[in-house]
C-alpha cells in the first residue's frame, strides 16, 4: 500500500486555527497571526479507510502549514522553507507522496521549486481540480436550466494554470458523445467526454498573456478534442467580462475577492476555485438569485475517516486531496501536476483514472456549506424572477 501526505494551512485565520485550537476563536487575529509565526509543521491527522473499487487501499496524513496565503505572499522563502520541512516530515511518516492545498500549491513557481527540495514527489492537484470545475459546473448548470452547449463562458484568472486548462477544454471539448446517469462522462475506452460551450470569455489582467492563452485555447492540433469549437472573446474588464456569462469559472490568485453581486446576472453558475476565494461575501448576502459552487465536491469510495476534519462529511472530499489519493491507489509516484502549465492529456488522464477507482463528483458546497437539491431549486426559482424585473 502506498501512502499519502497532503499538506493544507488556514484560509480563514481564526476559523481554520480554532479546528486545531479551539481557543484561537477567542483571541484577537493579530495574536493568532504572532502563533503561527512561532510554530513549526503539524501533524493535524491521519485519513483512513480508502478503497478503490479495484480492491486498492491508502491512506495518508493531513500536514497543517502554519502561515496564511497573505503571509505565504509577504514571505515566500519562509513559506518554501516550511513546505520543504512538511515534506521531510511526510518522509519520516513513510508517506509515497505529497499534495499541496490552496496557496501552498502557487508558493515557488506552482511547486516547481518545491519539488527540487523535497525528498519525495510532489503534485498540487491541479489536474484532477481542472476536471471537476468543469464537471461540477455543467452539472450545476444542468441543475439551473442552462443548456451547456449554447452558453457563454467566462473564465477568470484565464491566464493562471488551472484557468487556461479549464478555457481549452471549455472551448474544445473533448472526444466522444455517450452520456451515463451520473456526472461523470466515462467512455468505454477509458476516455471522458465534455462538450463544448458556444462562447468563452477570457479575462485576466494582462493583454500579452491573455492573446498567448487565445492563440493556446484556438489550437486544439494533436489532442483529444470534439472538432467542434466555441467562439473565444477575452477582455480585461471583469465587470464587461461576466454581464453576459451563464457560467464562470473563477481561479485567480488574488488575496481579495474580485467578483461582486453587481458583476453576475441572474441565473448564473459561478465555480469559485481560488482559495482565497474569488466570489465575495456580498455575492451570497445580497444575490440568492446566483448559484455558487466552492469547486467540485468529490465522493471517496471506501470509508474513509479523517481524524482532522476539513469541514466536509467524511466521505467527501476536495479535487486536489483526491488527486493525491488517486496516484497513492495507482502506484504513480511521480509529480503528476507541477507548474503554470497543465497538459490536458493529464486533466483527462486524471478524470479517467477517478472513475476507474470510484472517485466522482458528488454534490455542490456554497462559501464552506453544503447544498441540498431543494436549495439549489429555489435559487432557480429566484433566479427565474428576477430575470423577469
Known sequence: MFRFAFLIHPLDLKRDVARKYPIAKWLPESWVEALLRRMSVKVLGKITGVRSLTGAMTEGWLLGIPMTAKMMLADERRALALLAEACHL???????????GAYTAIVGNNGMELQKMSPLPVTTGNSYTTWTALEATKLAAEAMGIEWERATAAVVGATGSIGKACAFLLVNGTKGTERTAGGERQMANGEVHLP????????????QRLETVREEVTNSKGQSTTGAKA?????TNIAEGLKE?????TVTSAMDAVIEPEHLKPGCVVCDVARPRDVSERVRKERDDVLVIDGGIVRIPG?????FSIG??????LACIAETMLLALEGRLEPFTLGRDIPIGRVLEIAAMAARHGFCVDGFRSFERLLSPDDVIRIRQRAKVAAKR
Do not use: F, Y
Open 90 to 100: 511526510a518522509a519520516d511518516l513513510e508517506a509515497h507522496i505529497v499534495g499541496l
Open 196 to 207: 463544448p460551450v458556444a462562447e468563452v470569455v477570457l479575462i485576466g489582467r494582462n493583454w
Open 231 to 235: 467562439l473565444v472573446r477575452m477582455t
Open 245 to 249: 456569462a451563464d457560467v464562470v469559472i
Open 303 to 307: 470509508e474513509p475517516h479523517w481524524e
Open 312 to 317: 466536509l462529511p467524511e466521505d467527501r472530499t
